[in-house]
């Protein structure tokens, strides 16, 4: 800070005696220096700071800190030394104390993410102080996005991990800033989930937010809203809510998916290729998943439900999803037939009329004086060439085969 307040001296004496013109320079030394790269770079906005916790172990409250760091790293450093500081509000107390000690830290630039070694004490903290801290931490952490997106913990030796056995990758948005009664955070993120229409013989899509705790992962958390069945009215859950969902994982691009034999059960007299598709459509839309392997209680199904076979992969198929018309458009079947009827008809009665014109021949046209041969109202009577123009068809929308979760 010092040699910030040096500089800012400096060029207020050269503004103040160099000329006009000579000022203008200034300006511009002043901007190619605030442009070096090594400069120190201070943070005072107001959105920046620390997280504390209160007496009590149930809130966090963003305390306004000023950091002055010159790399990621330093900014790292900066915010765990400011965590270990006590408040200056004796109704708070900082997160990093006691069982709570980082050790050590890593820096991965290219995915930005800063995984924490804290000491083995750290497993002795109660639920309620541990949910907090941790999210205290990473909170501080990833508010500055633009350096870190993502925290891990490693406790001794020992990473803390999903239900899957997978290093647990955290975000600052995961996390409440207050607890009752659970002692987990809440992970949320906007999805698209198949289940089946209302006739019960295709698929449907349906976005919703979906809401999970931090131990399970998302693909899990899409098989067990399956099993919860739909929100929107109108709509039928595709898999009986007896499944038990043992497990879902994803390893090189393919979701395993084991379920118990509920799973193989047809719901409501529903094909169970509509089980089979609404699983997979819903877990091929996550990014990295292009194939679904389904396990009944650990192990393939041999096994054949309506002679379809589940031993092997499955890859998303939207032709069996449905997407409703909308309100006003005219259903494409019959009315296309009867229009191409109409049509017909039409242009049957036209032919007629300019064959029985030409029998006549000229001066024997069967019209009124002064009638046009070629007007609509020439030798046609109530004919249907008279009602054409009213008659005919209103174009038909094209059907599009695009699907609201793609």
């Given amino acids: 800070m010092r040699k910030n307040k040096f500089f800012a001296v400096l060029i207020l004496s050269l503004c103040l005696v160099i000329p006009l013109t000579g000022c203008d320079l200034v300006k511009d030394i002043l901007w190619h220096w605030s442009r070096n790269k090594d400069v120190e770079i201070t943070t005072t906005e107001a959105s920046h700071g620390v997280y504390q916790m209160n007496l009590n172990e149930t809130r966090l409250i963003k305390a306004a800190c000023e950091l002055s760091t010159d790399s990621a790293e330093e900014l790292i450093s900066s915010c765990i030394e400011e965590m270990r500081q006590a408040p200056s509000d004796n109704a708070y107390k900082c997160l990093i104390y006691g069982d709570v000690q980082v050790t050590n830290y890593i820096y991965d630039s290219s995915s930005r993410l800063v995984t924490l070694y804290?000491?083995?004490?750290?497993?002795?903290?109660?639920?309620?102080?541990?949910?907090?801290?941790?999210?205290?931490?990473?909170?501080?952490?990833?508010?500055f996005s633009d350096d870190i997106q993502f925290v891990s913990f490693v406790i001794g030796?020992?990473?803390?991990t999903a239900a899957d056995g997978t290093a647990l990758l955290m975000r600052g948005r995961d996390f409440v800033d207050s607890i009752s009664g659970n002692m987990e955070y809440v992970r949320e993120?906007?999805?698209?989930?198949?289940?089946?229409?209302?006739?019960?013989?295709?698929?449907?899509?349906?976005?919703?937010?979906?809401?999970?705790?931090?131990?399970?992962?998302?693909?899990?958390?899409?098989?067990?809203s399956l099993v919860s069945g739909p929100i929107t009215k109108g709509l039928k859950p595709s898999l009986s809510p007896d499944t038990?969902?043992?497990?879902?994982?994803?390893?090189?691009?393919?979701?395993?998916?084991?379920?118990?034999?509920?799973?193989?059960?047809?719901?409501?007299?529903?094909?169970?290729?509509?089980?089979?598709?609404?699983?997979?459509?819903?877990?091929?839309?996550?990014?990295?998943?292009s194939r679904?392997?389904?396990?009944?209680?650990g192990d393939i199904f041999t096994g054949a439900v309506e002679g379809m076979h589940i031993d092997g992969m499955f890859e998303k198929n939207m032709s069996l999803v449905y997407r409703p018309e909308k309100e006003g458009t005219v259903p494409p079947s019959k009315p296309a037939e009867n229009g191409d009827a109409l049509k017909k008809?039409?242009?049957?009665?036209?032919?007629?009329?300019?064959?029985s014109s030409e029998e006549t021949g000229p001066g024997e046209t069967g019209t009124e004086p002064g009638m046009d041969v070629n007007s609509d109202e020439a030798g046609m009577g109530e004919a249907p060439v008279e009602t054409a123009p009213e008659a005919e068809p209103e174009p038909i929308p094209e059907n599009n085969e695009e699907n609201t979760g793609e």
């Avoid at 030796?157 to 803390?160: G, I, K, R, Y």
């Avoid at 229409?197 to 067990?224: C, F, H, M």
């Fill in 118 to 143: 804290f000491d083995p004490a750290y497993n002795k903290l109660p639920p309620s102080r541990e949910i907090l801290t941790r999210a205290g931490i990473v909170k501080t952490l990833t508010q």
């Fill in 244 to 289: 038990v969902v043992n497990k879902v994982s994803i390893r090189e691009g393919i979701c395993y998916v084991d379920v118990d034999k509920t799973f193989l059960e047809r719901v409501d007299g529903q094909s169970f290729e509509l089980n089979i598709y609404s699983v997979v459509n819903t877990l091929t839309q996550m990014t990295g998943v």
């Fill in 345 to 355: 008809d039409i242009e049957q009665q036209v032919k007629e009329n300019q064959m």
């Fill in 189 to 224: 993120d906007y999805v698209t989930m198949y289940f089946v229409s209302g006739d019960g013989t295709r698929l449907q899509a349906e976005d919703v937010i979906v809401k999970y705790l931090s131990k399970i992962n998302l693909e899990t958390a899409l098989v067990n």
């Fill in 292 to 297: 679904v392997q389904f396990l009944i209680d």
């Fill in 157 to 160: 030796s020992e990473p803390m």
